[in-house]
């Protein structure tokens, strides 16, 4: 794009519309946490029932969606970057389409079209990975913290938050209610969820994942002069999922617990594409050696939304950017600045763009 004003309003444009098609956000049930006990109590019982999930009211994303594909009508040239963010643009028209299809059954196909393993050998090196990680024995018990203790330092909140003021990161850290995940980032916000039990490692680990893998990556994405780092590419998002598990390893952070979570999500989200519901592929996850709380939580986070499975991405994506910075250290520095898959990343680099 060589007009300068088209390409700084293409950028608005995009990032507008990721902040309002919100997919993950709104991929979760309103009464997340009254239904999960429900469900353990009916489990218990030896009567499992699926989920009565309720969600938002769907918004209306024709307007949203018009406005993307005038970003790809105005997006012409064959230059490398034009079709980096042609292919962005249409990545979030597809979940504009999963937005509208959130808890029905027209969400599966579109979400195995926007979550994938990647290539064969990406979907192998996880599948052996996580089959791995699933015979190693359980870690040792540890003394718990909460999650939303704001008095005390070694908390999740206050740990958030004291690694994002160490940063000067222009992003809020606040409490949730309706998270299914431990903590969540945004744009310029980290959420964490109210009334869990972590153990220090799990607080650090959370804590290095979402400012180091996710936030300080925004905060730098959006200094660059090129808008797509901040805009994302296509299966961006994903790969900076790759990137975080990466930094938890290298950090020693992963331990055998993280390990065995991590597989036993992959494995669900599998299940989910290969058509479980809620009760079967919580019954295969204790099957496997889950306890029934740990195999539901994991249950109900695969079928979010009726099946989004958004976990299928992680490892694949991990086994992906361990390779790349294997083979070249300087691969982290761009997985460092912006949501950029590797294939983005190669090109950019091929037409000789620079991280400032």
């Known amino acids: 794009m060589r007009d300068p004003m088209l ?44 989920p009565r999930w309720s969600y938002e009211r769907v918004p209306e994303m024709e307007v949203i969606r018009r406005q993307i594909c005038q970003c790809v009508e105005a997006l012409d040239g064959d230059h490398p970057v034009v079709q980096l963010y042609v292919e962005r643009a249409r990545e979030l028209e597809l979940e504009t389409r999963l937005v509208e299809a959130v808890g029905t059954k027209r969400l599966r196909p579109l979400a195995a079209t926007r979550f994938s393993q990647g290539s064969p050998k990406d979907a192998e090196a996880a599948l052996r990975l996580s089959a791995g990680w699933l015979r190693l024995p359980p870690p040792e018990p540890q003394a718990m913290v909460g999650s939303d203790d704001e008095s005390n330092p070694d908390s999740l909140i206050t740990a958030m938050r004291r690694a994002v003021g160490e940063l000067r990161l222009p992003v809020v850290v606040k409490l949730s209610d309706s998270l299914t995940a431990v903590a969540a980032t945004g744009e310029r916000v980290i959420l964490v969820a ?115 499975a958004r976990e299928i991405v992680y490892l694949p994506a991990l086994c992906r950017v361990r390779r790349a910075i294997v083979r070249e250290r300087q691969i982290e520095d761009w997985l460092a600045h912006g949501r950029l898959s590797l294939e983005a990343i190669a090109d950019l680099r091929r037409i000789d763009c620079r991280l400032s």
């Open 194 to 308: 109210r009334g869990r039990r972590l153990r220090p490692n799990d607080v650090s680990r959370i804590v290095l994942h979402e400012v180091a893998g996710h936030a300080l990556p925004r905060y730098r994405a959006s200094r660059q002069p090129l808008g797509l780092f901040a805009v994302g590419s296509k299966r961006g998002n994903d790969e900076q999922e790759g990137y975080a598990l990466y930094l938890e390893n290298r950090a020693g952070l992963m331990d055998s617990a993280r390990k065995i979570e991590l597989a036993y999500r992959h494995h669900a989200a599998l299940m989910v594409r290969d058509g479980a519901d809620w009760v079967q592929t919580t019954r295969q996850l204790v099957a496997r050696g889950a306890l029934v709380e740990q195999a539901a939580a994991i249950s109900s986070r695969v079928h979010r939304a009726h099946g989004l």
């Open 7 to 50: 390409s700084r309003l293409i950028d608005r444009v995009l990032l507008r519309a990721e902040r309002e098609i919100a997919l993950i956000s709104r991929s979760r049930p309103r009464n997340a946490v009254a239904e999960q006990q429900r469900l353990l109590e009916q489990w218990r019982r030896g009567a499992p029932e699926l």
